[in-house]
């Protein structure tokens, strides 16, 4: 520690003045000594105080050393700060993500989902919001309780889209795969063109041993997007695959669609 302190004594330039800092409250953090290590942190953002990318950085290590509490205050403190509104959202994500950290998964799903709330569907911080609150259901095998969030949110988001197709894989995930394919159904009911929602219905059918089904649906994508080759050759490996079908038929069948497409 006297050592570092005499690098920090030396007024270091920033890249060098992180790296020390780092060190020392990680030093003092290994030690148990919760104080003298936030301590540090504070003092570091003192000699760099209008420097978002250092604060970021502080928060980010106490997450990792498991000070979430003071991680949390950190990253609602960025939020706060922030400027822009896709910085603001990527701080909350953070400050909330701490929250399970803390013992309060209920809260920080609450505030996870709010923040997705204010994403542009298909962005990737949507994406990003969207995968943290699944690891949050996934990481401890809830898949049930994935399950009715998703049916939750379709209740009070009855035009969101994604949602049906996100309890479509959480019902795939459980085995229940007769609920998954009747919500593919009443969403493709509703986008009967969307080529998404079928190869969510296409994913469920193959799941359940009905590759005929799966191919007429798949024939039906085809024709919506005659020039896509990856929906031909998708189709042309769900006919070989059906075992129901004797192999030279199946054959037959992957190869017409393939030399139709070509």
Known sequence: ADALRQSIERKPARA????????????????????????????????FPSDEKIAERIAEELARSGDAEEARTRFL???????????????????????RSLGKADQALEELTAALAKTRPGSWLSRNIVSRIEKGFTATGDFEGLAKH????????????????????????????????????????????????????????????????????????????????????????????????????RRQRAASVLTAFS
């Open 77 to 99: 403190n960025l939020a706060d700060a922030a400027k822009r509104e896709e910085d603001q959202l990527r701080y909350s994500v953070r400050a909330a993500e701490t929250l």
């Open 150 to 249: 998703y049916q939750k949110q379709i209740e009070a988001n009855p035009e969101d889209v994604a949602l049906p197709m996100r309890l479509t894989r959480s019902w795939s995930n459980l085995g229940r795969l007769s609920d998954a394919e009747n919500v593919a159904r009443e969403t493709l009911k509703k986008l009967p063109d969307n080529n998404e929602v079928r190869q969510s219905l296409v994913d469920v059918l193959q799941a359940g041993g009905k590759y005929n089904e799966a191919a007429t649906v798949q024939k039906e994508m085809l024709q919506s997007d005659p020039e896509n080759s990856d929906i031909a050759f998708a189709l042309a490996n769900t006919l070989s695959s059906d075992p129901e079908v004797p192999i030279e038929i």
């Open 16 to 47: 060098e003045a992180m790296q020390v800092y780092t060190t020392l409250a990680q030093l003092y953090t290994r030690a148990g000594d919760r104080t003298k290590s936030i301590d540090v942190w504070n003092e570091l953002q003192k000699q």
